[in-house]
């Protein structure tokens, strides 16, 4: 359901941060896109860039998990996907949404800021990172859309694979 948004994502999210780039960098991309062929190297530190965005995205939700509930959260792969998880807590409103949008609003401000420092080949790797990372919480982004909706009292339990709600009286 959410790979429709999550693909659209990736184009708004490639080109804001793209945009950022070149608003930052205009020297640096112009030699970095120049002929814009990538040979090998180019494109194993992008799947690595890749694969550290998905760790530290995860991450941060785990911190966030612990920081509310000292206790530590779960961390798995499922269905093609990385999830951190705290079963069994349930937390506020205000406190869920700082979970769920942490590592994108970290990873984001992160990356813009390296991106003002980063070698030309980082580059490719950072800015792929974070619009992977950006259109890969396209998920996290449904549920604080959720969470904000939901007009009770509530609490959110986070399963990894789902998520409960529950209306407090």
Do not use: C
Not at 41 to 63: A, K, R, S, T, W
Not at 93 to 102: D, E, G, H, S, T
Not at 147 to 159: A, G, K, M, T
Request: net charge positive; proline share 5%.
């Amino acid at each position: 359901m959410l790979q429709i948004p999550a693909t659209l994502g990736f184009f708004i999210f490639g080109f804001l941060f793209l945009r950022w780039t070149i608003w930052l960098r205009p020297d640096l991309l112009q030699t970095a896109f120049a002929g814009a062929v990538f040979a090998l190297p180019d494109l194993l530190f992008v799947m690595i860039g890749f694969v550290v965005f998905i760790v530290l995205h995860e991450l941060i939700h785990g911190v966030f998990f612990w920081i509310y509930s000292r206790s530590r959260p779960r961390f798995g792969l499922r269905g093609g996907y990385a999830y951190a998880a705290a079963p069994g807590w349930f937390f506020p409103r205000r406190q869920y949404l700082v979970i769920a949008l942490a590592p994108l609003v970290l990873l984001s401000i992160l990356g813009m800021v390296f991106v003002a420092v980063a070698p030309i080949g980082a580059l490719y790797a950072t800015l792929f990172g974070m619009v992977a990372n950006a259109a890969g919480a396209v998920g996290d982004m449904w549920i604080a859309f959720k969470v904000i909706r939901e007009r009770r009292n509530i609490v959110v339990e986070d399963l990894g694979d789902g998520m409960n709600f529950f209306a407090l009286s």
